[in-house]
């Protein structure tokens, strides 16, 4: 069994969000980074990370700490949020990135769909679906 631990991204500190709702964040004082390596220290090969900005609004803010966690921490990231085009799963795959997942845009854009499991890439594309009450969830489960 493989076990992903988890680092959820918002504004750049890390977060958990009650049942997916932005107006119920709890914030952590932990550096990104610090607890991807803690995670590492403790055993995992991958950290499974969330960019919730990307989620919510398509756009990042925080890349730069995507690429210092694939290059610094030691594990493999898989990385989903905000996966809305080609050129945002490449840019994640050049910053280090092995898996990336993708959700909202697979089910808004069969078009990207098809694209995004094409081909040969230095990462591996991963679907993701989200529940939320037993129904699928899109746009970091705001519908």
Known sequence: MVI???????????????QGAYDQVTGYELDPLDQAKA????????VHVVDLNAA???ESR??????????QSGAR???????RSLEVAERLGRAGVSRIVA???????PDFAVAFFEGDRSW??????????FRVAIHGWEE
């Open 56 to 58: 919510r609004t398509g």
């Open 77 to 83: 990231l898989q990385v989903g949020g905000g996966v």
């Open 124 to 133: 591996v594309p991963v679907a993701g679906i989200d529940t939320k009450d």
């Open 103 to 109: 959700g909202s845009a697979l089910v808004n854009d």
């Open 39 to 46: 995670f590492v220290d403790s055993g995992a090969e991958w």
């Open 4 to 18: 992903f631990p988890a680092i959820d991204l918002l504004d750049g500190a890390v977060v958990r969000l009650h």
């Open 62 to 71: 925080n890349l730069h700490l995507i690429e210092a966690i694939a290059r």
